[in-house]
């Protein structure tokens, strides 16, 4: 049980995707917002000696630091590969040979102009270039799903990207790009947490469920989205579900008083 892996921890990592966890999905993505009450629990965590917290989104670093401001936070954007240690003015890349970042961003920078192109066939469509990958957000216009996927195919099919496919957005990543799966593991250990709650919602927080790191609990936030199997040990209903967990957590951590945490066991 989680719990008892809490009582034993000496140093625990609480790590949330943003979009669809702590956040509900919305319409256009520059108005998402925490949840109520969901930057005050963070900044009571991040101030405990023995906890760290952590944001990790495929958002700009930039974007998910402004969008989600919790003093003493780790954040880490574009898929892992955009990072920043608390109090830091701006963002650093995560680990990469520099030579890696100059390439990475002008292969975005080419095929975001590609895209662009492509969309004016896709009315209705957002095109997100951010720093370390493209995505098209087709929630408004559903109906150029098929073209979308097969647009990025076949630009991928060249090798030099993969496609990450999300809750109504597509996604193209150059293929050095670093995952959440190794960015997640790579804080914990850096961090020094021998225990770690992962909270995500779509496929690309499954890199994280799946990655091989046993000090890593993964939560899977269920949606009506493509909903299907996860290698998350965990899962809750909502963002709603998702504060009322990091709250049992907290309470569990603290061990003040008794409260049930309502996850359900995934079934193998």
Known sequence: MWTSRLQHASRVLIASDFDGTLA??????????????????????A??????????????????QARCPVPGCWYVGGHGNESSAPEEPAAHPAPH?????????????????EIQRRAAAWPGVQVEAKPYSVAVHFRQAPQWEAGIQAAFSELAASGAYRVMLGRQLAELLPEG????????????????????????????????????????????????????????????R?????????????????AVGEKTLHFSAVQP
């Not at 770690?196 to 790191?213: C, I, K, L, P, R």
């Open 24 to 45: 509900e999905i919305v319409p256009q993505p520059e108005a998402a917002a925490p949840l109520p009450g969901v930057l005050a629990l963070l900044r009571r965590l």
């Open 47 to 64: 101030q405990q000696p023995r906890m760290r917290v952590a944001l990790v989104s495929g958002r700009a670093l930039s974007d998910l």
């Open 97 to 113: 040979q520099p030579e890696d970042h100059v390439r990475i961003r002008h292969q975005i920078k080419t095929v975001a102009a």
């Open 177 to 236: 790009a670093l995952t959440k799966g190794l960015a997640v593991h790579r804080l914990r250990t850096r961090l020094g947490c021998d225990l770690a709650f992962y909270f995500g919602d779509d496929v690309t927080d499954e890199d994280v469920f799946s990655f091989d790191d046993v000090h890593v609990i993964g939560v899977k936030v269920e949606h009506g989205e493509g909903t299907g199997a996860t290698a998350a040990a965990y899962r809750v």
């Open 238 to 254: 909502s963002p709603t579900e998702v504060l009322a967990a990091l709250r049992a957590i907290e309470q569990a951590f603290l």
